[in-house]
């Protein structure tokens, strides 16, 4: 379906009635200690299907989207405006799909579906544009970036920018990857700002991944040059036939020091320094994302920073316990996304000392309800673990034995690659006195796991330092 301008709806009773429901629903929620972030508004739309089409929208509505980033993205834009005196609403908490949307739109209106806030920041799955964008109007739009991500939803790239392309209405304002040839080409008609990283060094450089979602010209089939390559697909390119390329960068950053964690972007308003949250290419990303937006929204470069200066990155994202002269590192590396495990792989086989990794991303929910596809194993790029500072690769859960096959297929040799189908043996099986920090690789469901085998190396480490 084509966007269409124009499609909310006028109120009726069902609107209203589905309204009260979901209301009560998430009272009752809260009084029961749940935080009903996905039923009401899933009640709310079964019983009132065309309910985001009805309910009150903020003033102004930020949507983050893409691949990987838009949590992140969407949580740090969130933070800067709470601290710089602004009352937005959002889903952090909650789903990104439809339901979840619905769930924050009816916290934030009256008992007659007008909205009582100003403005709004909406993470959003890319997947779900078509129940989401056509019924709640984006006064702007992030898009991160765009890879082929689980083969259940969103396997190929050009059927999810298609699903984009169809639903971002012609007035939304795009803030745009500049180094994504997959998505900085959506909507052509829409005003836009590209974010990206003009400076280069080794750490900021792809070195041989498996995946590239783009390498011929889309609009004549060349194949594409590129001047260099991030990681994946993300970078500059040209096509040497026609005009398709990547565009000028609006807010790029020019210098990187990783020892004093700032970033130097240059901006339609001059260069400026920003503290960067984290040590990954990725936060780099996130960084200079948020700034366009923020800057765009007309948010000073003083009150980002001062925003900036007292975040931390969120524990569920990476969390780090020393205990003694040895690190006990958690990080999430989601399951079944290639690109954002390839790109955690990447980043833990560049830090200092002797490593063990704990693959702990398998589907938490494999036994239960489904039955994981391992094919997004073979377009992971396990071979950055074949390193000779990574001691162990500790492969953990109902799919270990797969898992270690594709280490053993990546060249890791049998002795550091071992597999423990079992979630409570893993403590055991690391070999604590041969490395200076283990990485434990956390899926989103697998959090609670993780936090319990970091609780048993914890304890490990203890008592060997007593």
């Given at each position: 379906?084509?966007?269409?301008?124009?499609?909310?709806?006028?109120?009726?009773?069902?609107?209203?009635?589905?309204?009260?429901?979901?209301?009560?629903?998430?009272?009752?929620?809260?009084?029961?200690?749940?935080?009903?972030?996905?039923?009401?508004?899933?009640?709310?739309?079964?019983?009132?299907?065309?309910?985001?089409?009805?309910?009150?929208?903020?003033?102004?509505?930020?949507?983050?989207?893409?691949?990987?980033?838009?949590?992140?993205?969407?949580?740090?834009?969130?933070?800067?405006?709470?601290?710089?005196?602004?009352?937005?609403?959002?889903?952090?908490?909650?789903?990104?799909?439809?339901?979840?949307i619905a769930t924050v739109l009816l916290?934030?209106?009256?008992?007659?579906?007008?909205?009582?806030?100003?403005?709004?920041?909406?993470?959003?799955?890319?997947?779900?544009?078509?129940?989401?964008?056509?019924?709640?109007?984006?006064?702007?739009?992030?898009?991160?970036?765009?890879?082929?991500?689980?083969?259940?939803?969103?396997?190929?790239?050009?059927?999810?920018?298609?699903?984009?392309?169809?639903?971002?209405?012609?007035?939304?304002?795009?803030?745009?990857?500049?180094?994504?040839?997959?998505?900085?080409?959506?909507?052509?008609?829409?005003?836009?700002?590209?974010?990206?990283?003009?400076?280069?060094?080794?750490?900021?450089?792809?070195?041989?991944?498996?995946?590239?979602?783009?390498?011929?010209?889309?609009?004549?089939?060349?194949?594409?040059?590129?001047?260099?390559?991030?990681?994946?697909?993300?970078?500059?390119?040209?096509?040497?036939?026609?005009?398709?390329?990547?565009?000028?960068?609006?807010?790029?950053?020019?210098d990187i020091d990783y020892q004093r964690?700032?970033?130097?972007?240059?901006?339609?308003?001059?260069?400026?320094?920003?503290?960067?949250?984290?040590?990954?290419?990725?936060?780099?990303?996130?960084?200079?994302?948020?700034?366009?937006?923020?800057?765009?929204?007309?948010?000073?470069?003083?009150?980002?920073?001062?925003?900036?200066?007292?975040?931390?990155?969120?524990?569920?994202?990476?969390?780090?316990?020393?205990?003694?002269?040895?690190?006990?590192?958690?990080?999430?590396?989601?399951?079944?996304?290639?690109?954002?495990?390839?790109?955690?792989?990447?980043?833990?086989?560049?830090?200092?000392?002797?490593?063990?990794?704990?693959?702990?991303?398998?589907?938490?929910?494999?036994?239960?309800?489904?039955?994981?596809?391992?094919?997004?194993?073979?377009?992971?790029?396990?071979?950055?673990?074949?390193?000779?500072?990574?001691?162990?690769?500790?492969?953990?859960?109902?799919?270990?034995?797969?898992?270690?096959?594709?280490?053993?297929?990546?060249?890791?040799?049998?002795?550091?690659?071992?597999?423990?189908?079992?979630?409570?043996?893993?403590?055991?099986?690391?070999?604590?006195?041969?490395?200076?920090?283990?990485?434990?690789?956390?899926?989103?469901?697998?959090?609670?796991?993780?936090?319990?085998?970091?609780?048993?190396?914890?304890?490990?480490?203890?008592?060997?330092?007593?």
């Amino acid at each position: 379906m084509e966007y269409e301008k124009g499609m909310k709806e006028k109120r009726t009773l069902r609107f209203i009635f589905a309204l009260w429901v979901a209301k009560a629903m998430k009272l009752a929620l809260k009084l029961l200690g749940r935080n009903g972030t996905y039923l009401p508004g899933n009640t709310a739309i079964r019983l009132c299907p065309n309910f985001l089409g009805q309910v009150g929208k903020p003033k102004t509505v930020i949507g983050v989207t893409g691949t990987n980033g838009k949590t992140t993205v969407s949580n740090l834009v969130g933070d800067v405006l709470e601290k710089s005196g602004y009352t937005p609403i959002g889903n952090r908490f909650g789903s990104n799909t439809n339901a979840g949307i619905a769930t924050v739109l009816l916290d934030s209106c009256g008992l007659l579906g007008g909205s009582k806030k100003e403005l709004a920041v909406l993470e959003i799955d890319e997947r779900m544009a078509p129940k989401i964008l056509p019924y709640v109007h984006l006064d702007y739009l992030v898009i991160t970036n765009l890879f082929r991500d689980s083969y259940k939803r969103n396997a190929h790239v050009d059927f999810i920018s298609s699903i984009l392309q169809s639903n971002i209405a012609p007035d939304t304002k795009l803030i745009l990857n500049g180094e994504d040839l997959v998505s900085n080409h959506l909507c052509p008609q829409n005003s836009r700002v590209y974010f990206g990283i003009a400076a280069g060094d080794a750490k900021s450089t792809s070195q041989g991944n498996i995946i590239h979602d783009i390498l011929v010209c889309p609009q004549c089939g060349a194949k594409l040059q590129f001047e260099y390559i991030r990681y994946n697909h993300i970078g500059r390119a040209h096509c040497p036939n026609c005009d398709f390329g990547s565009p000028d960068l609006d807010y790029a950053v020019q210098d990187i020091d990783y020892q004093r964690h700032l970033l130097q972007i240059d901006t339609p308003s001059g260069r400026q320094t920003y503290r960067l949250v984290g040590d990954n290419i990725t936060d780099i990303y996130n960084t200079v994302t948020a700034v366009a937006l923020l800057s765009e929204l007309g948010l000073s470069q003083q009150k980002i920073t001062a925003a900036f200066d007292a975040m931390q990155i969120v524990k569920t994202r990476f969390e780090e316990d020393i205990v003694g002269d040895k690190r006990v590192v958690m990080m999430l590396a989601k399951g079944q996304n290639p690109i954002a495990c390839s790109r955690v792989f990447d980043f833990v086989r560049h830090q200092p000392g002797k490593k063990a990794v704990v693959l702990l991303n398998y589907d938490y929910f494999d036994k239960q309800e489904t039955s994981e596809n391992i094919a997004w194993l073979f377009d992971t790029d396990f071979e950055f673990l074949d390193h000779p500072d990574i001691n162990q690769v500790l492969c953990v859960g109902v799919r270990a034995l797969d898992y270690q096959l594709r280490c053993l297929m990546a060249g890791i040799p049998a002795d550091r690659a071992q597999a423990c189908p079992q979630d409570e043996r893993a403590a055991d099986m690391l070999r604590l006195d041969e490395v200076d920090t283990v990485f434990i690789l956390n899926d989103l469901y697998t959090y609670d796991v993780s936090v319990a085998l970091q609780k048993k190396i914890l304890e490990k480490l203890q008592k060997g330092v007593a």
